[in-house]
């Protein structure tokens, strides 16, 4: 089975603080993504990976950076959290193919952050 | 550009009775199309996919799916439901136009099951 594991289930901060969410999969995924949910929102994608050392930005990457040394962690980085980065954050990886049935995304458990 | 509307935010239902769970999509090219589900608390999981080889898709837990071309539809179905249906259900676009990226979510429909 594939396994996404994100570091911390819970995770409360204060405002300016820098704040590391760190992401690790197990089957050797080229792509891996950062998304964060809102209620009524759904998903909405903050920086994604597609190689070690590559990434690329999402709808919104705004106040985000992300690290990816090697290929199966990816880190995601608030430089100066603020409250209305107080979310849940979902890691997930997939392998690249062209064939878009493929494209399957495999989740992490998510990490709920408060930031006060 | 891509895009996925959930018609409704929240669906009720009685256990043992049908669900439908309503998704719109727009796409450029020939799509391929999810649902996930999410339980409290938990990841999200694949519940089925559409990957053109047939339009009416099964997948775990008794859910289907059927694509529609013709209305840009992609409900998801259950003939009966239980309890341990009650989570969070999003519907989820992938096209060309995204290339890696891939995963277009909707909204989500919060399905909750009275006993």
């Known amino acids: 089975d594939v396994k996404v594991t994100q570091s911390s289930r819970y995770l409360v901060k204060r405002t300016g603080e820098k704040v590391f969410l760190e992401c690790v999969q197990d089957?050797?995924?080229?792509?891996m993504f950062w998304y964060r949910q809102d209620p009524g929102l759904g998903l909405r994608l903050i920086y994604f990976s597609y190689d070690v050392k590559m990434k690329e930005k999402g709808d919104i990457p705004e106040g985000y950076s992300v690290s990816r040394e090697k290929k199966e962690r990816f880190s995601l980085i608030l430089e100066s959290a603020s409250t209305n980065q107080t979310s849940m954050y979902l890691c997930?990886?997939?392998?690249?193919?062209?064939?878009?049935?493929?494209?399957?995304?495999?989740f992490g458990a998510g990490t709920r952050l408060s930031v006060l | 550009a891509q895009s996925v509307t959930q018609l409704d935010s929240h669906v009720s239902v009685s256990e043992g009775t049908p669900v439908l769970l309503r998704c719109n999509y727009s796409?450029?090219?020939?799509?391929?199309l999810f649902w996930y589900v999410q339980h409290p608390n938990k990841g999200l999981q694949l519940l089925l996919k559409y990957t053109s080889a047939a339009t009416l898709v099964k997948g775990i837990n008794g859910f289907e799916a059927e694509f529609k071309k013709s209305e840009t539809s992609f409900h998801l179905t259950k003939p009966s439901a239980h309890m341990s249906d009650a989570a969070e259900y999003f519907c989820?676009?992938?096209?060309?136009?995204?290339?890696?990226?891939?995963?277009?979510f909707g909204s989500g429909t919060r399905l909750q099951v009275q006993p």
């Open positions: 796409s450029s090219y020939s799509p391929s």
């Open positions: 997930a990886s997939s392998f690249f193919s062209l064939n878009l049935a493929k494209n399957i995304q495999y």
């Open positions: 989820v676009v992938s096209d060309m136009d995204t290339g890696r990226r891939a995963l277009t």
């Open positions: 089957m050797d995924h080229e792509n």
